[in-house]
Nanobody, 128 residues
Framework: QVHLVESGGGLVQPGGSLRLSCAVSGFTLDYYAIGWFRQAPGKEREGVSCISSSDGSTYYADSVKGRFTISRDNAKNTVYLQMNSLKPEDTAVYYC?????????????????????WGQGTQVTVSS
């Protein structure tokens, strides 16, 4: 059974940093796309950053380019999201998800059912 557990969320001031972790169990990450998504109150869930299943290529939403960095450690079966220069508009519940073997962009953006398992989410609040 696939199990994803996010951690690292919290309250941070604007301009601050947080590092989210997503520990995956039940299968090996190596061959699957994985990514981070977020949902703010009253808004739809959106793809923030994803990594492909093949060559490790990445995708970032325009709103986080240059500030967020996604990485994966296959040996630890863990994916990370380093978030720098945080803004109040980054406030949301952040979820990690694992998908089928696909591209990073497809994992983050497509409406096709490529995302197969989700974590429970971790709250990120950016406020002074």
């Amino acid at each position: 059974q696939v199990h994803l557990v996010e951690s690292g969320g919290g309250l941070v001031q604007p301009g601050g940093s947080l590092r989210l972790s997503c520990a995956v169990s039940g299968f090996t990450l190596d061959y699957y796309a994985i990514g981070w998504f977020r949902q703010a109150p009253g808004k739809e869930r959106e793809g923030v950053s994803c990594i492909s299943s093949s060559d490790g290529s990445t995708y970032y939403a325009d709103s986080v380019k240059g500030r967020f960095t996604i990485s994966r450690d296959n040996a630890k079966n863990t994916v990370y999201l380093q978030m720098n220069s945080l803004k109040p508009e980054d406030t949301a519940v952040y979820y990690c998800a694992v998908g089928v073997p696909t591209t990073a962009q497809a994992m983050c953006v497509t409406t096709r059912p490529v995302r197969r398992a989700w974590g429970q989410g971790t709250q990120v609040t950016v406020s002074s």
